[in-house]
């Protein structure tokens, strides 16, 4: 893999460890375990597998880890292989491909995640999408997951609406709800910006915290109790029809 990612010259003879799985066992095909494109197919990043696999039986000299390819092509030095055996695992493999997923520019990981959105998210702005998952994917194929609240709201129990930190109690999430919904329908401009400051203004109005205000909304537009992105985040990708249908389902929720 390495001499093929860099273009180099294969010796004729260099003693490789053997990689085999966490529990000692060898890595097969025939026994379903993945190859280098089919890990690809799993979401993983070229460069990162790559990277992993550099440090299967080889280290730099140091505790570095996450290496971007010209780095590892720089320092990489094959009398440095440790002959023996590596232990292959999938915990370590995805830490690292998250690191190589941040390290992309946002333009660079839109392009990667495309084609792991489900289908029918045409309808949403995925550029805006990308940019609010990217710092929570360890791998392509979490996007399905993370992103499928957008599409179809989850069942979810009325006791998400409380949330001690933020001070969020079934009363105050019904009485932000109820002041939401006017604001809202009346709203021109449908921005991340425009509706935090309306939002803003609301909390100071009310005399609570701003996160007492954001946590009841983010619940009805997510249906989660985490989800990617804040209350007005989700709105701006949601759309105004959606965002107001999701908060009357809420606010039945909350009777």
Do not use: C
């Not at 998210?121 to 550029?127: I, R």
């Not at 009485?175 to 425009?194: G, M, R, Y």
């Not at 205000?213 to 007005?232: C, F, H, N, Y």
């Amino acid at each position: 893999v390495l001499y093929q990612a860099f273009g180099w010259e294969r010796p004729e003879y260099v003693h490789l460890p053997h990689i085999i799985k966490e529990d000692g066992s060898k890595l097969s095909k025939r026994k379903g375990d993945p190859s280098f494109e089919d890990l690809v197919k799993m979401g993983y990043l070229p460069e990162a597998i790559v990277n992993y696999v550099a440090l299967l039986g080889w280290n730099p000299g140091d505790e570095r880890e996450y290496f971007l390819l010209p780095d590892l092509a720089a320092v990489f030095d094959i009398n440095r292989i440790n002959k023996s055996n590596a232990a292959f695992s999938f915990d370590k493999l995805r830490w690292l491909n998250g690191e190589h997923i941040r390290s992309l520019s946002s333009e660079e990981f839109h392009k990667r995640a495309l084609p792991f959105y489900p289908s029918g998210f045409e309808a949403f702005d995925l550029s805006q999408l990308s940019a609010l998952i990217q710092v929570r994917t360890e791998t392509l194929s979490d996007i399905p997951a993370l992103v499928g609240f957008f599409g179809d709201l989850p069942s979810y129990e009325a006791g998400l609406f409380v949330h001690e930190k933020s001070k969020s109690t079934m009363e105050s999430a019904k009485a932000v709800l109820q002041a939401v919904q006017p604001l809202f329908t009346e709203i021109d401009e449908w921005t991340n910006e425009s509706l935090f400051a309306i939002l803003k203004e609301l909390a100071v109005s009310k005399g609570m915290k701003v996160g007492t205000v954001m946590w009841p909304i983010r619940t009805a537009l997510s249906g989660q109790d985490t989800s990617p992105g804040g209350a007005t985040e989700l709105a701006a990708i949601l759309g105004k029809d959606e965002t107001l249908r999701r908060i009357s389902l809420g606010l039945e929720k909350l009777g």
